[in-house]
């Protein structure tokens, strides 16, 4: 050693590892605009596909005229759904157990439902050609009203399940029903709501929206007639798991089915399912020899494929008079449009809606979900959330405001009198789950003390009594929120999708100069896995993150994973990554144990090498460990330097978070400005704070628009209403609230590295944060609930309907 | 999303545009900023064989003063209406209007004669030009005629411009020194048409509101002149009951649609509110 040797924080600092706020390497492609997307791809010969889609909700197809459309020059083809039968790929399956129609057989079921697929030289021969294509229908009553969809002469939906009475999740109670889901002890619950001094009862609907990422769902199929190998670009967040169904459905060995997403603009849960596109643009080129394009349009990403949430939730919570909760129930409608396509996991049909007892010590609980069939399109996507727990989160903490304003108690004291107690973790809830870990006092008092809580509502009385008096016609808000979330799907032994169990994995090499490749089964659509995953491995085996190359989305090479969705990144493949780091390590050691002649046990690690155990200058780094694995025998070694690992989790994470939202209304419009809000999250360890701060502004931002306005509206006949961007709300800038962003850190005890995922945090927290900031703003008028999405005119409704206007 | 086949021309003078559009009649339309129509082209909901594109028109662009009148060609960009001195000193509303007009983007592109004379009733232009009585000078096959804005607007899409006609240039005549205008406008964002938009210009003499001129945006087929609710202000030094008064005639002339922007009745009642409110600014302003 000399003046020369770097220091120990120098050799720490030049990694990069975790607690780094190393910046994007994506970011260098994405913001010149060199990223490679699907429409990118460009193959020789390649033709484009189009849809005719269904004018109407419901109506039965008495004749599609293709002749004219096939006239076309230019056109290769267009398909319909006698083309697929022979197939047996007219309908598809869901990954909810149902069947989906690929190409609508005999009727239509929902307005925009792809009727038949045109292939054509380009897309606007493409484009033309749909337009020539005759479809004759006879018009169905619409069913769009889910609270009507079980009455006795609701309109029969489904025809090609008309007599299947057993359905994936056990019985159907009509030919409309889906399924039938509960949970909990529902004897327990009526006895605490029979005897309990208070209790509340509110339905909340928690409105239908839509992911909308900036790149919409496309693919480009290439089927090799000659070799047999199919080849598949698109935009998927699960890309082995298309392999595999592609496989099971065509036939074609999964050997020779090649799955490659390359960058992907944006999911959110959008790009986890399977649609009709995908399928027609393989079958097109099965049958032409010829690759196929699919590229959707924002109209039509919005109105067929993944709508999110539409659930009609009544909650009922019973508590003592001074506020400790005593049991919860939750009866939920679920609207799932025409096919049953939620992406949960297989057993989980309504997602991990069981979460809904929240943060709170909650000692008895029911939850009963039925699902039903309407004329609208079909989804249920986890919207940048694991599966329903926004919904859940959403119902609790609506239900916790609205039993603090009955009880006349503080709903900030009314959480901290019935938050899980640190020392309860591990904590089994009432509804079958066991939180990992957690500290909901700490940071719900570090929230309230940096927000000023008390001074806020000080000055809310005082804003209230001004109103009151006619000073002002401004009221204010305070919206409180504290999520509990439940990530990280999950453990094999209660998640699967169709069958494969929900591991995640890694496969590292380290190349003999000491750089290496991670390659994982996750996908990422904006969430910077180049960046944090090598971070992982650079704090793990010692190499800067700068040498780690980090590779996804390509099915030959990368290792079996189940993807990116549901905040499971981190949680399992992350994990996977410190496992199969650790691998290595075990194997570096014994090979420095070899160069440093000791005994393997007397070696410490430290930082990027070995060093022998009271010698800190004999030592060796991870490059010399490299070198020799590749360049000389070690005894009883194998040459090389690799390691996969395919992770399964013992358990999920649970991150939580305390969200604090001011907001001023104006009564005479309805518009409501939000003046501050505050994030605290705490995702366990921190792998790279300038990422999660990114992943907050951004799920934040995503949870002001659904709380504030962003729709999927259907009108009585069925149409969907304002499915483009001038009318589907996405903020821009100018709208967007500043974002102020805090942490605590609780660890999760059985992650590798601590880890608990933070991507979709801010949206499940944030809201129900917007939603009470406005119910609070109105609840001293005598509001108790106002549904969202809470847009200027339902505010300003809302403000109408408690005769707020009449002063004016 | 892929408009059908259109041919492409591009003139270079009014002359030659007039002499295409007229020998193209019905199925070919002027193209000036392309911010309404293409997108209906997008959607096919227009489907246009010809689309003539009055970019290559220098005679259509810019700002000037003629005697008390100020004249803006029809190609002028929103933009330009911004940055102009001229209108910033003369016709102050005009840039007020453009600042909330679509977003930065689309005003480098969108121009005061696609908002003008496009006679979508979502536009902001013509409520603002009401109430300043501008007028559009228009060409056609019979040469140039000049039509009142508060005459020019029949029907969502439908104006006084009759097939082959194409607006040239809008005149707005002399305000009084030490007007008061605003233009208040509620959407949901940036970019979106007006849930209701009210422009007000008037004048004050010893705190007397002299003269004043109304018109409210995207609450009716058209831009609507509200004739009452100004007869209803003038006299008054601005009390709250003449104004609730004056609020209340917009609201009665108003007939917006139900849409995603809000209920008929919340759209009528912001026309109100919008009302009221642009009237106490420009009233401050005088």
């Known amino acids: ?808 | 999303m892929i408009p059908g086949a259109f041919t492409y021309h591009r003139p270079k003078s009014i002359d030659e545009a007039a002499a295409l559009l007229t020998s193209l009649g019905e199925e070919a339309r002027p193209l000036a900023g392309g911010h309404s129509l293409i997108p209906m082209m997008k959607l096919r909901m227009a489907t246009p064989e010809h689309l003539v594109d009055l970019a290559g028109i220098p005679e259509l662009k810019g700002v000037c003063q003629n005697g008390g009148d100020i004249i803006i060609g029809a190609m002028t960009t929103q933009a330009e209406l911004i940055a102009s001195e001229l209108l910033a000193a003369q016709v102050p509303i005009l840039r007020e209007t453009s600042l909330v007009i679509a977003d930065p983007q689309i005003r480098y592109c969108g121009t005061l004669g696609g908002n003008v004379a496009n006679g979508d009733p979502g536009n902001d232009m013509p409520a603002v030009m009401m109430t300043l009585d501008a007028r559009y000078t228009i060409v056609g096959e019979k040469g140039r005629r000049v039509i009142p804005s508060r005459e020019f607007y029949q029907g969502a899409y439908y104006t006084a411009l009759e097939p082959g006609e194409f607006l040239v240039s809008v005149t707005i005549p002399a305000l009084p020194d030490g007007h008061g205008f605003a233009y208040e406008k509620m959407k949901r964002k940036v970019g979106d048409y007006a849930t209701a938009a009210a422009a007000v210009v008037l004048t004050k003499k010893d705190g007397v509101i002299a003269t004043c001129a109304l018109a409210l945006t995207n609450v009716g087929d058209t831009a609507l002149f509200a004739e009452e609710a100004a007869q209803i202000l003038i006299g008054s030094r601005l009390d709250a009951a003449s104004l609730a008064r004056a609020a209340a005639a917009a609201e009665a002339i108003a007939a917006p649609a139900t849409d995603g922007r809000g209920t008929a009745a919340y759209r009528t009642s912001i026309a109100g509110v919008m009302v009221a409110r642009a009237v106490r600014r420009a009233f401050e302003r005088a």
């Open chain 1, 1 to 808: 050693m000399n003046d020369l040797t770097p220091t120990k924080e120098q050799r720490e600092a030049r990694l990069e590892g975790m607690g780094c706020k190393r910046k994007r390497v994506e970011d260098i492609r994405f913001t010149q605009g060199k990223g490679n997307y699907v429409d990118d791809i460009k193959l020789p010969g390649m033709l484009f596909g189009d849809f005719v889609r269904s004018t109407y909700a419901h109506a039965r197809i008495k004749r599609i005229d293709t002749s004219k459309a096939k006239a076309l020059p230019g056109v290769r083809a267009v398909l319909t759904a006698d083309d697929l039968k022979p197939l047996n790929l007219h309908y598809m399956p869901t990954l909810a157990g149902d069947v989906a129609a690929v190409l609508a057989d005999e009727k239509v079921l929902f307005q925009n439902q792809e009727v038949a697929f045109v292939v054509a030289d380009d897309r606007y021969i493409a484009a033309d050609a749909i337009e020539l294509v005759e479809v004759e229908y006879e018009e169905l009553e619409p069913l769009t009203n889910p609270f009507k969809a079980m009455d006795a002469d609701a309109p029969l939906l489904r025809e090609d399940i008309k007599g299947k009475m057993e359905g994936a999740h056990g019985p159907r109670k009509h030919y409309n029903h889906i399924f039938n889901w509960q949970v909990g002890d529902r004897e327990a619950a009526d006895d605490i709501f029979a005897s309990a001094p208070v209790k509340t009862k509110d339905t909340y609907w928690y409105h239908r929206t839509h992911p909308s990422p900036l790149e919409t769902c496309q693919s480009l199929a290439s089927y090799d007639k000659v070799t047999g190998h199919l080849t598949i670009y698109g935009t998927f967040q699960a890309p082995h798991v298309v392999r595999t169904v592609v496989s099971m459905l065509s036939g074609i060995p999964e050997s020779k089915v090649h799955v490659i997403a390359p960058d992907i603009g944006g999911g959110f849960g959008n790009k986890v399912g399977v649609y009709p596109g995908y399928v027609c643009s393989i079958v097109a080129s099965i049958v032409l020899g010829k690759p196929v394009k699919w590229v959707e349009d924002r109209m039509e990403n919005l109105s067929t494929t993944s709508f999110a949430r539409d659930y009609h939730m009544t909650t009922e919570l019973a508590s003592t008079q001074d506020g400790k909760i005593l049991g919860m129930r939750c009866y939920v409608l679920a609207d799932h449009g025409a096919f049953d396509a939620c992406a949960d996991p297989t057993k989980w049909p309504a997602g991990f809606m069981n979460i809904c007892t929240g943060s709170y010590g909650i000692p008895v609980a029911h939850l009963e979900v039925d699902g039903v069939y309407t004329n609208k399109a079909s989804g249920g996507v986890a919207y940048r959330c694991s599966f329903r727990v926004t919904e859940a989160v959403y119902a609790i903490e609506r239900a916790v405001e609205v039993l603090a304003q009955k009880l006349g108690m503080d709903s900030a004291d009314l959480r901290l009198k019935n938050f899980i107690r640190r020392e309860q973790f591990p904590y089994k809830s009432a509804l079958g789950w066991e939180y990992d870990s957690g500290d909901y006092h700490l940071a719900m008092n570090k929230a309230m003390e940096a927000v000023g809580y008390r001074q806020l509502r000080a000055e809310q009385a005082e804003k209230r009594a001004a109103f009151q008096r006619g000073e002002t016609r401004e009221v204010m808000g305070i919206g409180v929120s504290f999520f509990t979330e439940i990530v990280g799907a999950g453990p094999s032994k209660n998640c699967d999708i169709l069958g494969v169990g929900m591991f995640d994995s890694c496969e590292i090499r380290i190349h003999p100069t000491g750089s290496a490749i991670a390659r994982m089964g996750t996908k990422s659509q904006g969430q910077g896995h180049e960046t944090t995953y090598a971070q992982i491995v650079a704090t793990e085996l010692g190499i800067p993150a700068d040498q780690i190359q980090v590779e996804e989305g390509n099915t030959d090479t990368a290792p079996y994973g189940l993807g990116t969705y549901g905040s499971r990144s981190t949680p399992v493949a992350g994990a996977a990554i410190a496992m199969a780091s650790r691998k290595i390590r075990a194997k570096m050691q014994m090979i420095a144990a070899h160069l440093l002649e000791v005994h393997h046990n007397d070696l410490d690690w430290d930082i990027d090498g070995y060093q022998v155990k009271g010698l800190p200058e004999k030592r060796i780094g991870v490059k010399e460990i490299a070198w020799a694995a590749y360049h000389q025998p070690i005894p009883n070694l194998e040459p090389g330097l690799e390691a996969v690992n395919y992770y399964d989790p013992p358990n999920m994470t649970y991150p939580f978070g305390a969200y604090f939202c001011v907001m001023d209304i104006d009564v005479d419009t309805g518009a409501a400005k939000v003046r501050r809000f505050y994030a605290l999250d705490d995702c366990g360890t921190r792998i790279n704070p300038m990422i999660i701060e990114g992943q907050v502004h951004g799920g934040l931002t995503e949870a002001f628009a659904v709380a504030m306005g962003q729709e999927i509206r259907y009108d009585a006949a069925g149409n969907v209403m304002g499915a483009s961007f001038m009318d589907f709300f996405v903020p821009t800038a100018v709208e967007t609230p500043h974002w102020e962003t805090d942490f605590t850190v609780t660890p999760s005890p059985h992650h590798p590295i601590g880890a608990k995922g933070v991507g979709e945090s801010p949206h499940v927290g944030g809201v129900p944060c917007f939603s009470n900031a406005v119910n609070d703003a109105l609840s001293f008028c005598g509001s108790v609930h106002i549904d969202m999405p809470h847009d200027a005119w339902r505010i300003w409704e809302a403000a109408e309907k408690l005769g707020l206007h009449k002063a004016a």
